[in-house]
């Protein structure tokens, strides 16, 4: 008998997917199968339920939601031998593109029968782990404003994106990395493992999510028209054409903003306040085995 436990977010995607107990036994036979299924009803409870259902040695945890859901479920099963499932019904969706996992249940469901895994990297920001991308600079307050509409669209993240371009200020940054101390007033300051931030839109189209290396972007202080260059070349996916940013592979990183007290961060799309102006990313290698295509 195969277990595999569900984590749902139910007011993901706008809420308007149907995902239960009833329509997951479905696709997984009551002779083949074990299934629970459970609902997150706030953030970071599915933390707690990933934990708890830990205890009884489930063959897979599978987390039914965006970003942020994978991300809670994700963090608690770093070097178990519990695979991660995904099936996507959030906004972005960007780490399960970059894993060609569908979004039709249908084929989300599929390839979890299937039982194909492989390893990805996981990166760390301080105690926090992400799979996707951290944002220290305008993509954290662009995080920040797109949380507080009331709609998660392209269109709240397109509006939230121009009201944060106007209002951001560069801060001064230290930033030490593969032998070398940069110190500039980063306006963008973006790590990713994969290579889709969501909606289909990417800063770093090439990111590999099992090459043992993070993708580091770094763009200084712009005047508007660079920023509405730098907007234009992220929608269209040509971000390599935008010659003011620095494009770096790296393991670690320190972070230091001697300005600041508090750093605002996005950590795999959700926003978060880390009480320190010092951060360390660095990489785990082969951290995590996730149900793939």
Do not use: W
């Amino acid at each position: 008998m195969i277990y595999i436990h569900f984590i749902v977010n139910p007011i993901s995607g706008s809420g308007k997917h149907n995902i239960g107990k009833t329509e997951l036994e479905k696709y997984f036979p009551k002779d083949i199968y074990k299934i629970e299924v459970e609902y997150s009803n706030y953030k970071k409870h599915a933390i707690i339920l990933t934990q708890n259902a830990i205890v009884n040695n489930p063959d897979c945890i599978v987390a039914c939601g965006g970003d942020g859901t994978i991300n809670e479920v994700a963090s608690c099963l770093i070097n178990t031998k519990i695979k991660l499932g995904i099936i996507p019904v959030g906004s972005g969706n960007g780490l399960a593109s970059n894993l060609s996992i569908p979004k039709k249940i249908e084929k989300a469901t599929e390839i979890i029968r299937k039982g194909k895994t492989q390893f990805i990297d996981v990166g760390k920001i301080n105690d926090h782990y992400f799979f996707s991308n951290v944002g220290v600079g305008i993509d954290a307050l662009i995080i920040k404003k797109y949380e507080s509409y009331n709609k998660r669209t392209l269109i709240s993240y397109v509006r939230a994106s121009i009201a944060s371009s106007i209002q951001f200020k560069p801060m001064q940054t230290i930033l030490s990395f593969n032998n070398q101390i940069i110190k500039t007033n980063a306006f963008m300051l973006f790590i990713s493992n994969s290579n889709e931030m969501g909606y289909g839109m990417s800063l770093t189209p090439k990111a590999s999510l099992n090459d043992g290396m993070l993708d580091l972007v770094i763009v200084s202080k712009l005047n508007f028209l660079d920023k509405l260059i730098l907007g234009m070349r992220v929608v269209s996916n040509k971000i390599e054409k935008f010659k003011k940013e620095q494009h770096t592979l790296i393991e670690n990183i320190n972070i230091e903003m001697p300005q600041k007290i508090f750093t605002d961060t996005q950590i795999d799309g959700e926003f978060h306040n880390l009480k320190t102006n010092k951060i360390e990313v660095s990489v785990i290698k082969s951290g995590l085995e996730v149900l793939t295509e």
